[in-house]
């Protein structure tokens, strides 16, 4: 089945004739009230969650999948508690997704063109070691189809497929520049830096069809596995000077900048400190504008953020020309802005 | 006097006749076992201090000055304690210090020049009313004397004449490159955020001849006095938009990031986040390579800074092909290298 | 119409038929199963929220109004899935709310009293500049009249109608004992901090129909707000002293005692600290008494607090003369008292 | 010896002949180049310390005494190395010190009187119980005698001679003036837990020649050696009110406030955070007061004061007609009385 | 009634006759649509709760109980919004409830064993003074009937019948076996110092029927009384060394080991190091092997936990001999075993 | 050179003749008030460290040697400034230092014994994949040489050569008794833990004469060092199961519990747990043992430890029957006990 035929969930109506693909994110066996048993289901692509049940033939359906699985099924859909719910006519296991973006979020950017900035930038790094040790990473296949593809977080920032490519792109670019602007800085330990600090999370993340914690993403954590995958490439590189590797492992173990954020080193030279700012600037730049997006409150204030502790101000500053004629005075105009 | 006759404190050796203006630090009277009384003193320039003596003359010359004056005197230098001291032999109190930088270490880079390069970013400002407000500023010449001579602090970070104007070009300018970056930042706010954020040192600090905090910078802070200086300028600019006036006064109060930083605000939109994480940037640069250059501690590790908790490690990465001939594998180099 | 005829959402029963102002705090539009639209309202007066539909007329209604609209109705009170709800068969826009206690809670205390006792107390300030500063507060008609209605606090303590006004009368009378009680203490700046500590929430809350917070509220909050207010009194009283201004703004900014609730400067000198521990014991008794008030849990002890992160012992000590008639030792009269 | 016959540390000067009553705080034996061992000891009264040498009879003399105990002495003045240091000619151990103020600073205020205060207030009263425990304490004579001479603390606020009744008393009077002003406090509880929440300071410190920690003092601390106190009087209340009993310890064991103050409980019910405030309160204005008074800083800021991180602002403020003639606006003459 | 007859609450099942003893949770009265008045309660016994509703009689049965009592009742189970609920025939107050685990969980270890073990432990305490005060808790039958029957905490750890006995055995266990591998600590104190730790909470937690704080509990906490019960056995041994007993009632105070965690005192000396560890040891592997045991997150993760903050992992590591034929390297087994 | 005829530091006195190897910690350069230069060096041996002066033939031997070497003197020892000095008369650079224990403190134990009882505990490991990791460690000779010799740390716990050997078999020995006492923990995984725990100090530290942090301890820690050593062994390993090494390296980065103690990854399961505190508790008992041991203050107290923010308790507990012969009332015995 090809995506053009899915019925996104976010756009299901009552009375709906339903045909799709959905990943099955809960799935619990009850009874009706006459004993008979049932499949109570939470369904899921990338545009929303909807509950299905399935009445007939649960005995032979059940066995057939769990939760994780992607179902291909045909059903309609009505309304229970003044919500929307799926009744399934036909289920059966979906046996190859080939578009993971059916359930997951994607990049809006250009993934090649990412690709080919990225080495764009990577090419500029003279040290000989360093560049042997990216182009070692570049050339790794294996390594290559994941990297174009891991998201960069479960939560927050850039978390959707590809959003390790581009937040790798985006630090690496202001990496460059920021080594342009302070020349105290070794721009090729920057940019390598920020080319590895993250490539952990291809192993921290599980992303085939939702975004979660691997076990040893959840045990080790990106920034260990980071600099095993770094080992793992020197051994292949005779000749490394060890004061770069060391730096370059620093670089990758620091980035979250203070203990609490899991970094069991803090920053120990410029590169360091740059290089977590930097991720730091790009990731709340990414997080928070799709935080605000993403807000469904109304008024120019967004609904309270667990993650921050506090409100954000939604909406672009606008050119006062544009939307005034005439005020009198800066104390009153204040208040006409903004308690209308 | 002019400062090309001073005899430096750091170039000062014993038996030598020095002639100079300090600035006395500290001023004791004591007297001898033989009942007369003499003046002891902790003499400074921008190049260090030392200790100095009065023996002759006491009860006349005393009354002439106090701590925080600058004498200028003949003397020489004999020793004490293995340390070197002065015998005064004639002292005035300085009635014009025309140079401050006689006193006060001063920027590098060229005034002129840097006020010249913030008037060219500033001049990309579009947005009509903050290219007033900004206006207001660079017009006002008494506020432009003491923005070019400020510092940025009282120690760390821009802690020189002319500290204040090369931190704030520096966010300036790196808050240009970062607008141009993310093209959902409103670059006129952030410019303008920039370029005011940390104007209020120029009340918070005295800088005729140390550097040190004014008791309204003790009292207020920078923060609060900043916002001060822009409601002042909006007094003269009828019609300013009460929207932008809020949101460049959050971008001064919110500029440090946390509460513990002592902003009262967190930030609470983009060019906030923004903005404070460039601050953070420039002065862990200038900070940081500072303190680094000033250590004089042996080896590649500076002595222990107890502002980070921490210990940096200093020195430029080499590139190993200049400093080795040949090294066996990677574990053996690492030693090597660091072990040495 | 008149409060007297209004029915009071607390007093609403199932078949009442209900005429009242009320405050629209959600407004959305559904649509029934048959396809035809009604609206969904939260309205709320000063004593409760209530649901709403509107199940006639909608298209011609719905635009009217929004939500922080005040509306006029007619309806009837049924029931739905055990609440209360209205279906309401008149509905228009007030057009003018004389009287603002109708939606929120106001102070129990005499509005007119507590400004006249705090005149009294302010009269006794002798320092001229200080006795001409608070005068400029207290003859401003338009500042007095939103010093009289504006509430301390959104939430906990004093938040209510004529709040700000009772808080900052009882931090005056406190302020006025621990001036006498401790002499080293200036009598004039500690009663005149006292007056002006919290007077920038006149403008950090919104206070018409609901209390909550203003845009410049929560991006620049009433610490920073209210030391403008006092500048720009200063700019009307030639020859203020500066060391008093700087005290007072001092005062005004340390207020919260520590930089983790907002206070930029911490206290500096005797009276700043005196005036943040007034100010909190005043917040604690107030805020804490309602809590306990409003608590609706059974036995001694409340809900917990998430505030305070605890739970808090209600109700008063019962002389035990009164309530008992032998008890035998003092260790079993405590299991008695404790745990009927 | 009489304290007037005893010289005090403060104004021994060079050449004096000195006779006093001094505590031993540091002994130490040496051996001179020609091998004879001599005695180094530090002395002190209330006023200071002083190095002291013995050269004759070293080994007849140094047994009779060790650190910690009052010798009575003989010597002269003289100066090692720019300090003034005794040589003793003539030394025995004090049998008996009648006068604990030779060695430990004691209360400005007169005990007599203090007690007489404190009794007026408790006399207030009204509940039959909290009555009957205070006047427990009160009738012990051994108790009486400790507490008339007990310190509040070994540094910072009351620490002197009779400082724990001038805290106690000064407690309960603002605790008197609170419950007033508060109606919904219980008044006999407030107060009744004013007078007990520091009592377990008698056995916490040791006050007999030098106010120090007793071990208990270090291992239990006063908030449990108080409650236990409490409990030993309860033993001889029958029938006394579990409730009150509970509260009250509650009253002492919180009135720090917050666990990292070492309170064990935090403040749960009105009074106790009242408690905790008023303390607070006294703590700062006695220890702020006494460390602004000691600070020997010239200009209006004290030293660094490490308890609180912060420096202070010293001085009164002065009615601005006293001191000065004409100044122009209110920003110059800022400057002018910043900095002169 | 014997609890064979009692149907288990996890048991009910729609249109099941129902016998039992229950806890009421909750109680309200409501009023149907007609106006009739009925009760609304939650019924609990240790396995579960569950609503019940009376429909009959409600006037006369209403006064005979209040929450926090045990009713015996009968009544059929039926479906109310999808979730079991009983309406019942008859009620009456259950007069004396024998076993107390109908309504509390209990210890799985066998109580009368266990004493027995702890017995043994506690003889081989060799000094006579802390076997003499153990001695008197030992043969105190009162304190001996609660000691068996107390839960060691409302929440987490040994939270269940028989739950203090069990924590404080183990704890005595594992401090015989520290204190042999450690021969720097004082054995018998450890010991003494484990027995006594938690010994304060027969007074803090009441568990009668449910396991709740008690109001002393809450209001001074199981330190400070446990410190008071070893000061009522201190009463009766004459003799007793202050210098043990200070010991012995710092390891109560300081065994929680840090302020925020509630210890007034921090450990100050060996044994009490040793005594907070193993008693922090006991209880997590107690408390997260029944959290671990309770959970019912589907995989290897349980769910988040907020006391901790994390997610655990489940299970046992499984012996890959005997789950795996043959897998190639490494790097894919790893990938094999956790993304299935 | 034989270490027996090396003079100790701490046993030169003046006029002693001196012979011995010691380590140069600081040389400089000066010069004499007639123009020679002479050299000022700080040389060092375990006992301690004592200045030194060459004053003959400086330009010849300064270029022989550098801080850090190790110098083969002759010399006398002198006095000055109240200091025992020497002046050296011969001086050449130690060749080969067979015995680093002349420099650095050495674990009391027996290392050959040890490792037997280290190889015995190990050998109860029953997973072959776990028994044959440890293997890997014990049979590699460059790697026992180095866990023979290592420190577990440069200060605090185990600070001395074959610390980390002591520390390590102590944690494996209570890893042991744990897992008897809990049948919940997974025995191998908890000792095969215990064994791996703290094995990347070998890299983290250097040890050749003085302990130190090497370059690559500074910047990336034991933790990742150690999770690296891990990764080599595991190369050699094929089928070794993922599980088994995830958890494993999971127990090494979380050993230090908590963030903020440099665990990138907080314990998440019951063996974490358990190897952290029994990790805590091995090192808190020797590092507090010595710290007590090495502690010079007179009384029962110590001076205050600035890495635990207290004063401990020094001195075993002593059976009263032995000291005291006839006290009155436990509350005067506690007096007499504590203040004598």
Redesign the interface.
Known sequence: MQSRDHAWVKDIK?DDQVRGLYLVKVKRTGST?KGDPFLSMTLADRTGEIEARVWERVGELSPLFK?GDVIDVEGYAG?YREQTQLTLTALKVAEDISDPTLFMEATPKDVTRMVASLRDILKGIK???MKALVEKFLSDHNFMVLFRKAPAAKNFHHSYIGGLLEHTL?VC??AS??AD??P???RD?LITGAFLHDLGKIKEL?F?RQIDY???G????H??LG??MV?EK?VG???????????L??LI?SHHGE????????P???EA??LH??D??DA??NG??RF?EKDRQ?G??TDFSRLFE????KG??????EK?ES?P???E???????P
């Open positions: 009552e009230k939760e309304s040290n000989a070691s985006s670019q202001m520049l920021v602007h302070y105290e800085l070794d330990l599980k085939e691997s076990d040893e959840r045990l080790l954590g920034l260990t600099v095993a080992d020197l590189l005779k000749d490394f000077p060890g004061e770069i590797a060391v730096r492992k620093h173990l203990y609490e954020f899991g970094s069991p080193k803090r120990k030279f410029l400190f740059a700012l930097i730091d600037l709340k730049m928070l504008s605000m109304e120019t204030w506090r409100y954000f101000l672009k500053l606008q050119a006062f020309e005034e005020v005075s800066g104390q105009r204040q208040k006409v802005l903004f308690n």
